[in-house]
């Protein structure tokens, strides 16, 4: 990856970390192009193979290791850039010491990496007063039954650095428990092989409907641009996301106890820049928050928001890291988003009926972003979907009555993997 430009004259120059599987990167190279901008493109390619595409340094640098990564990407760099951002979370540790190179605004380091561990964010929660589980780390080297007896059940396990719902498991039992820890054993070393040995952490199940809140910090100040309804139950075993829809139906009290909570963990956990992400749940003892990222939504969930921002997502971003106005939202219809789950793992070979999903009142769009021949794991192995389903109405109920209608038209075509056994 290089340089994007729409023009000659630019208005300004980000480093934006691109990572090579994102759903967002074309959003956000388009987003740079309407602006002028000058996009430096970083990714994260295979360091083995680049060289051998012949693409430049900055094509393959190593996002999971940001302190090996920034003398590289800073030997790359041709000027000092205007502001430095990461697509989504594989990229947030190197962009926020890259900006601390550069003595540019951001969220610093040491904010990126408390909020990315789930044990430290959970800590970090408890001491500032917030509603949070009883909790454990499982170490790596340490037995799971040792804890099982120590466990109110049911509880849930989770690497402390996978996002997406990757790993999350609900155990109800102790021998859950125990089929629970080696499995996420198992993904977290598949997803992270490099990574330093951090265990994996056991809580206590929070009850509660599930929500998700879209902010944008400027010098500490959360501007809320969303709040989405979760209506499906994401009472597990897995925790597939599938539904969001805005504006929310929780009563404006509610509301705004949400954005309080999140305005104070932002505070307590170091956040003052750019674009915040929290998930929570909500239930008769308060707001419990799962996790805040500082990133966007994910995948393609952001083009919900245009109409009530005037803009995409990624150009309101790119915005606020040059310092630029940026225009109160209007009043929209309520939208929703379907990120359309893998029904079971196999080979993705196709879908049916694509058109009269699309035909369905209220639905705008169905994006299928699986390739034919692609492997496609549900959770908790898998970290994508077979693709997005956007729908717009009078109100929430039925924007998200579309979506469940598109989907229901949907077929796909995927089958099992064949798995050939190696000769004595």
């Given at each position: 990856m290089g340089r994007f430009s729409s023009s000659g004259n630019t208005a300004g120059s980000i480093v934006l970390l691109l990572p090579v599987a994102g759903y967002q990167n074309g959003e956000f190279l388009a987003a740079g192009g309407r602006l002028g901008v000058e996009i430096v493109a970083v990714s994260d390619y295979c360091r083995a193979l680049a060289p051998m595409w012949g693409l430049s340094p900055l094509a393959s640098v190593p996002f999971d290791r940001p302190l090996a990564a920034l003398p590289r990407v800073l030997r790359a760099l041709k000027a000092r850039p205007d502001a430095v951002l990461a697509a989504d979370d594989h990229g947030l540790e190197l962009a926020a010491c890259l900006r601390a190179h550069f003595e540019l605004p951001g969220n610093a380091p040491e904010a990126?990496?408390?909020?990315?561990?789930?044990?430290?964010?959970?800590?970090?929660?408890?001491?500032?007063?917030?509603?949070?589980?009883?909790?454990?780390?499982l170490a790596d080297a340490q037995?799971?039954?040792?804890?099982?007896?120590?466990?109110?059940?049911?509880?849930?396990?989770k690497p402390r650095r996978l996002s997406t719902s990757r790993g999350v498991i609900r155990a109800d039992s102790p021998g859950a428990f125990l089929r629970a820890v080696a499995q996420a054993r198992r993904i977290q070393a598949d997803a992270a092989p490099d990574d330093q040995p951090l265990g994996l952490?056991?809580?206590?199940?929070?009850?509660?409907?599930?929500?998700?809140?879209?902010?944008?910090?400027?010098?500490?100040e959360l501007r809320v641009l969303a709040l989405f309804d979760?209506?499906?139950?994401?009472?597990?075993?897995?925790?597939?996301?599938?539904?969001?829809?805005?504006?929310?139906?929780?009563?404006?009290?509610?509301?705004?106890?949400?954005?309080?909570?999140?305005?104070?963990?932002?505070?307590?956990?170091?956040?003052?820049?750019?674009?915040?992400h929290a998930e929570l749940r909500l239930n008769s003892e308060g707001v419990f928050l799962l996790e805040i990222a500082a990133r966007s939504i994910g995948g393609l969930c952001g083009r919900i928001l245009r109409h009530a921002l005037g803009m995409s997502l990624e150009e309101l971003i790119l915005r606020a890291a040059l310092d630029w106005p940026i225009?109160?939202?209007?009043?929209?219809?309520?939208?929703?988003?379907m990120m359309i789950p893998i029904p079971w793992r196999g080979i993705y070979h196709g879908v049916h009926h694509l058109e009269a999903a699309r035909r369905v009142p209220g639905v705008?769009?169905?994006?299928?972003?699986a390739l034919p021949g692609q492997?496609?794991?549900?959770?908790?192995?898998?970290?994508?979907?077979?693709?997005?389903?956007?729908?717009?109405?009078?109100?929430?109920e039925g924007a998200e009555a579309a979506l469940r209608a598109a989907h229901g038209r949907l077929a796909f075509d995927i089958q099992?993997?064949?798995?050939?056994d190696k000769a004595p």
């Open positions: 990126i990496r408390v909020t990315r561990d789930k044990y430290l964010f959970r800590s970090l929660l408890a001491q500032g007063g917030f509603c949070c589980p009883a909790v454990h780390v037995q799971p039954a040792d804890l099982a007896a120590a466990l109110d059940f049911p509880v849930v396990v952490l056991v809580e206590r199940f929070i009850p509660g409907s599930e929500y998700a809140l879209e902010g944008l910090l400027k010098r500490g979760k209506p499906d139950p994401l009472d597990g075993p897995y925790f597939e996301e599938t539904l969001y829809v805005t504006p929310s139906r929780l009563p404006v009290e509610d509301q705004k106890r949400i954005a309080d909570t999140v305005q104070r963990a932002c505070a307590q956990a170091g956040l003052t820049e750019g674009p915040v225009p109160e939202p209007g009043v929209a219809l309520a939208a929703g988003v705008e769009d169905v994006q299928i972003t492997r496609v794991s549900p959770a908790p192995e898998g970290s994508s979907y077979l693709g997005f389903i956007f729908s717009r109405g009078d109100r929430p099992p993997e064949i798995r050939l």
